[in-house]
């Protein structure tokens, strides 16, 4: 029996069914950064402190980007991120499964025919 950390290789629905415990999926990253505000006489700019800002950057058509993230998203933007990775490794494990099935199999079918290959 396939467990969830295997590719379903031949059973797209295994996947399929662990998708909505998953969702959203985000491709990116998050991070914290320290900005300066407009305000005149800040203290906390003055002292270098700054402000706290979060930043998502992505890739868009091979160009890095970046968006502020509001506050009060930063935690779910945060579990659509972890989603996106764990997609990711169902994706990367598919594709190792596939060459290692297709080696097995190869490795079969060679053994069979003994010597009939010039
Ligand atoms: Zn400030």
């Known amino acids: ?11 797209p629905a295994l996947l399929l069914a662990e998708i909505p415990s998953h969702w959203p999926m985000a491709k990116g990253s998050l991070a914290e950064v320290r900005k300066p505000c407009i305000r005149p006489n800040c203290r906390a ?3 270098g402190r700054k402000h706290p800002a979060f930043l998502f950057s992505l890739t868009e058509k091979g160009r890095r980007r970046c968006l502020y993230v509001p506050r009060d998203l930063v935690a779910a933007l945060r579990q659509a991120i972890a989603n996106g990775r ?7 494990r598919t594709g190792v499964g596939l060459i290692e099935e297709h080696r097995r199999n190869r490795t079969k079918s060679s053994r ?3 010597g009939s290959a010039s």
């Open 86 to 92: 764990w997609m990711e490794e169902q994706m990367r």
């Open 45 to 47: 700019c003055a002292s």
């Open 1 to 11: 029996m396939r467990t969830s950390h295997q590719p379903a290789l031949h059973d």
């Open 112 to 114: 069979a025919p003994e």
